[in-house]
């Protein structure tokens, strides 16, 4: 069966395969046989290939690599085919041990956020941002990129948005603008757990204790959804949107 009850992210992986990974087990590997109901499962953990067993987050790269995020030894990238991981911490210039979240932009850079910041990886480098460099507060629970290519962080403190001024010519990056959204500009809850931007632009805020607050793509205006209006709690750990329109959120109620 599984390594844990306690599933903490959830990723499907080619046509046949779903990896769930466990806040103290590992990453369960779940393949179809052919069979109805009947499934084939392995354990990967530290007594065969992880580095960890404490395992936070998960993010398809591709059908033949994923990134495990732990919540005490960095980052692990997965190579299916060759079966070899490749672990990114501390030595390696990831700013904080803590994984809570990894995400990949469209132009394949990936982003990392810890406990102390926002990491962002390409390839051989870490580029570290933090309250210093203008977010809102260091512990980044979400990280979500919209069609202008900006990048949304979901923080204990608010809401982070990064925007990337390039030049014209070379089409680098020569500055980048850190605007924050929290609780005086209608923000529900100042932590904010999970983040999903809507194909008309609209910012998906899922907090811990405020419900969701949905931000109008301009960030001029908010609508607040709660328990008042049906939710069945205010904590909301993720949010998807199904094919026929239906916005699904994570909560803490059973």
């Known amino acids: 069966g599984l390594s844990s009850d306690h599933i903490t992210d959830l990723i499907a992986v080619g046509k046949n395969s779903i990896y769930a990974s466990s806040e103290f087990e590992g990453v369960s590997v779940i393949k179809t046989t052919g069979n109805p109901g009947v499934y084939d499962i392995r354990v990967m953990n530290d007594e065969n290939i992880l580095p960890s067993n404490e395992i936070s987050c998960l993010y398809k790269e591709d059908d033949d690599n994923i990134w495990i995020g732990s919540r005490d030894m960095g980052v692990f990238r997965y190579n299916l085919s060759k079966n070899y991981i490749r672990q990114l911490s501390t030595r390696q210039g990831l700013n904080y041990f803590k994984v809570n979240n990894i995400f990949r932009d469209r132009e394949d850079n990936v982003w990392i956020g810890t406990d102390l910041g926002l990491n962002l990886f390409r390839g051989d480098e870490f580029l570290i941002y933090d309250e210093r460099d203008g977010l809102a507060n260091n512990v980044i629970w979400a990280i979500a990129e919209d069609q202008e290519e900006r990048i949304w962080l979901g923080t204990d403190d608010g809401v982070s948005r990064l925007s990337f001024l390039k030049d014209t010519k070379s089409g680098q990056t020569t500055r980048i603008e850190v605007d924050n959204f929290g609780t005086k500009d209608g923000l529900s809850n100042p932590t904010v757990l999970s983040l999903y931007i809507s194909d008309n632009g609209n910012v998906w805020c899922g907090t811990g204790y405020g419900g ?18 049906g939710l069945d709690s205010n904590t909301i750990y993720s949010i998807a949107r199904g094919n026929d329109g239906t916005y699904w959120l994570g909560t803490t109620s059973l």
């Open 212 to 229: 969701v607050t949905v931000v109008d793509s301009k960030g001029n205006r908010t609508t607040v959804l709660d328990t008042d209006d």
